[in-house]
């Protein structure tokens, strides 16, 4: 069994910057990681995404150029950098982790799921 633990999240305003973390625990870290995120009444978007080298790395469209993601295997924790905060980037963000590889973009490809982070963007 796979727990995910994140971290991070917050209230920040326009144009700021938050770093969220998550460390699984209870087997190998050696899948591919991924950050989504749920607005209120929408469905649980792909944010990014990183495979378990860290060699590959997506990202969504509306993210790119302004979130990073990253992960260190040696202390188990992966990384989402978001810089240049919009209020269209509220929501809770999930970590989650699974095969992921070339479908790496859809939930289903994510066997394990945090239990969210909070993150609020004002204007």
């Known amino acids: 069994q796979v727990q995910l633990v994140e971290s991070g999240g917050g209230s920040v305003q326009a144009g700021g910057s938050l770093r969220l973390s998550c460390q699984p625990s209870?087997?190998?870290?050696?899948?591919?990681m991924a950050w989504f995120r749920q607005a209120p009444g929408k469905e649980r978007d792909f944010v990014a995404a990183?495979?378990?080298?860290?060699?590959?790395?997506y990202y969504a469209d509306s993210v790119k150029g302004r979130f990073t993601i990253s992960r260190d295997n040696v202390k188990n924790t992966v990384y989402l950098q978001m810089n240049s905060l919009t209020p269209e980037d509220m929501a809770v963000y999930y970590c989650?982790?699974?095969?992921?590889?070339?479908?790496?973009?859809?939930?289903?490809?994510?066997?394990?799921w945090g239990q969210g982070t909070q993150v609020t963007v004002s204007s």
């Open positions: 209870g087997r190998t870290f050696s899948s591919y």
């Open positions: 990183v495979s378990w080298s860290g060699g590959s790395r």
């Open positions: 989650a982790t699974g095969y992921g590889g070339q479908y790496y973009y859809y939930t289903s490809a994510y066997s394990y």
